[in-house]
């Protein structure tokens, strides 16, 4: 596609429910990050991807976190077990290699709301 | 561990005025530096970034950047501001494994 796509937009769930957020990246990126932004911050680093393994994972803040992306491509973050404090806008970004002098797209976010 | 900080949550300039966007920053190694925008409702976007080489470095929409090695800084400019420049921008150092720290952002508000 043009640009980096996450699916839903917007997400209402209850405590406790599991939740799947999805990243179609920038086709042909190898790339992928996921981040965290809350209200006045900054993205926090959750995790990235080269290919289909995970680089780095120390951003996920607990086990109730995970991400995938089986295929090189799509990548899929997904969180048992919601609490309220998960509540916050989850970015996904895309780039043409992991080092560091690339830029990276970034979608619109997902807007994760726990009630 | 790396980390960036922008000072001034807010900063606001009159039209046609210069503005400067203040961070600086800390990394092992070699430090990529990025500025990004976002507007509102929209996705981060990328501005510009420095790698490698002149320490002034150009991007989009007129904006550049001044890399201070020794203050740890690169801070974002543009001689004359627009009204439409209003967003909130964020600094971001990246490490030589790939992985992005971002500063908290910094809201420019340009005034007619």
């Known amino acids: 596609g043009a640009g980096v796509s996450q699916t839903p937009s917007n997400k209402v769930t209850e405590k406790g429910k599991y939740v799947e957020l999805r990243c179609d990246p920038i086709?042909?990126?190898?790339?992928l990050y996921w981040y965290r932004q809350s209200l006045g911050q900054g993205p926090e680093f959750l995790i990235y991807?080269?290919?289909?393994?995970?680089?780095?994972d120390s951003g996920l803040p607990n086990d109730r976190f995970f991400a995938v992306r089986p295929e090189g491509s799509v990548s899929t973050l997904k969180i048992q077990r919601t609490e309220r404090g998960d509540s916050a806008v989850y970015l996904c970004?895309?780039?043409?290699?992991?080092?560091?002098?690339?830029?990276?797209?970034f979608g619109q976010g997902t807007r994760l709301t726990v009630v | 561990a790396q980390s960036v900080a922008q000072p001034e949550d807010q900063v606001n300039v009159a039209e046609g005025n210069p503005l400067t966007v203040k961070c600086t920053y800390s990394?092992?190694?070699?430090?990529?530096l990025f500025w990004y925008v976002q507007y509102p409702n929209r996705g981060l976007q990328f501005l510009l970034k420095?790698?490698?080489?002149?320490?002034l470095v150009k991007g989009s929409y007129g904006f550049e950047a001044e890399f201070n090695k020794s203050q740890t800084s690169f801070h974002l400019k543009k001689p004359s501001a627009l009204v439409s420049d209003s967003a909130l921008y964020f600094c971001?150092?990246?490490?030589?494994?790939?992985?992005?720290?971002f500063g908290d952002g910094t809201t420019l508000t340009v005034k007619p």
């Open positions: 970004a895309s780039s043409s290699s992991l080092g560091g002098n690339t830029e990276a797209f």
């Open positions: 086709s042909g990126h190898t790339a």
């Open positions: 991807f080269q290919g289909t393994g995970a680089a780095d």
């Open positions: 990394v092992s190694g070699n430090p990529y």
């Open positions: 420095y790698i490698t080489g002149d320490n």
């Open positions: 971001a150092v990246k490490n030589d494994a790939g992985k992005s720290t």
